[in-house]
């Protein structure tokens, strides 16, 4: 029984950061990992570490103190979001598992599902206003000391008859004053009983790759737009239609940090970026987003992006 339990947190935990993305404002997902390997486990006698096992396993208790020391198993990962982290399951006293993810670097808790909390409660859900308040709680009782500012809530119906309603709070990394696009704070929270049923971090932008560029567009948020419009008319015939050339119009464009093509190169290439949302009249009839990143800077396209729903 209790293998199943581990086995089922395993399996929920792999979904949980492989698809880690984060989101804010009214747009839809703006960094999804989904080659994220949990697998890379090494011997943790051959490394240099900040945080050794036992320690991420007093880190791990100090969670939930309900956590049987015991039980507390696994191994150090090198993980390529993450860095190495120590990877760990825990079981309860009530025979709940708790999977964390815990730099071995610095100490931060990069992940945690602690499923004793994802239950139901008696007659109480909470607003959406109580969750950000206990999120924020949360944070600070951590003492998370980086710069993040609140991007928004969401509220998840129940996936199951014997799961409860959540509220995902999201945060954004603010780098030189401007949010990053793949690096921030997921906090969910149990709408019937108010308790964190899970956190997550990503961190991956490094300040000293952004140190020498500018906070300052070279290329302004309605140049920019030009600067799409006469790409897509050149890389696509059916824009080279007046009525769609003259139909595509931006609607929203904001300036955000991007790591461009790190999930296909796996190296860091950071641009500041207009991220930009705009109408394409050629597939109206179609429900699709439409969004491209222009470098704010030298004004080259880095990416256009159609995407369902």
């Known amino acids: 029984m209790r293998y199943a339990k581990l086995l089922m947190a395993v399996s929920v935990i792999l979904l949980f950061t492989m698809s880690f993305s984060f989101a804010f404002g009214n747009h839809a997902t703006i960094f999804e990992k989904k080659d994220v390997n949990m697998s890379k486990y090494i011997d943790h006698s051959n490394e240099s570490l900040n945080l050794n096992f036992s320690n991420a396993k007093t880190q791990v208790k100090s969670e939930n103190p309900n956590i049987i020391i015991e039980s507390i198993s696994g191994g150090l990962v090198n993980d390529d979001v993450f860095g190495k982290i120590w990877v760990l399951t825990s079981e309860t006293s009530e025979g709940a598992v708790i999977f964390s993810g815990i730099s071995a ?9 602690d499923g004793s909390k994802n239950r139901r409660g008696i007659d109480m859900i909470i607003t959406s206003d109580d969750a950000v308040e206990i999120a924020n709680e949360y944070i600070m009782n951590k003492k998370v000391d980086d710069n993040i500012v609140f991007a928004n809530v969401r509220y998840h119906a129940p996936a199951a008859d014997d799961l409860p309603a959540t509220y995902g709070i999201h945060y954004k990394r603010m780098i ?16 019937e009983t108010g308790e964190v049923s899970s956190y997550q971090r990503r961190w991956s932008m490094s300040e000293s790759q952004i140190v020498n560029i500018s906070i300052e567009p070279t290329i302004s948020a309605v140049d920019a737009g030009e600067i799409l419009k006469k790409y897509m008319v050149s890389s696509y015939p059916i824009y080279q239609k007046k009525n769609v050339a003259e139909g595509m119009k931006v609607h929203s464009s904001e300036l955000i940090w991007k790591d461009h093509n790190y999930r296909e190169t796996n190296s860091h290439d950071i641009r500041l970026t207009w991220w930009i949302h705009f109408d394409d009249p050629s597939c109206d009839k179609i429900d699709l987003k439409r969004a491209a990143w222009i470098d704010a800077h030298s004004g080259e396209v880095l990416t256009v992006v159609y995407s369902i729903g």
Not at 105 to 111: D, E, I, P, S
Request: hydrophobic share 40%; glycine share 12%; aromatic share 8%.
């Open 105 to 113: 670097v610095n100490g931060n808790t990069v992940f945690i599902y």
């Open 176 to 191: 030189k004053g401007t949010p990053s696009m793949s690096d921030g704070i997921i906090i969910n929270v149990n709408a």
